[in-house]
């Protein structure tokens, strides 16, 4: 397992915003990171998926 860096609010949400950077993530990786940033199932009401 990688050592984990410290890295600022900014940095993450950049990261994210790039299409570049997010097309280096694996599916599963994708999936990793949605299923952990979710706070529980209201999240995702029914109408969102509408």
């Known amino acids: 397992m990688e050592t984990c860096q ?5 940095a993450f949400m950049k990261f994210f ?3 570049e950077k997010l097309n280096e993530l694996t599916p599963d ?22």
Not at 6 to 10: F, G, K, P, Q
């Open 6 to 10: 410290n890295i600022t609010r900014e």
């Open 17 to 19: 915003r790039t299409t």
């Open 29 to 50: 990786e994708r999936v990793e990171i949605f299923r952990t940033v979710l706070l529980g199932s209201s999240d995702l009401p029914k109408e969102l998926f509408n």
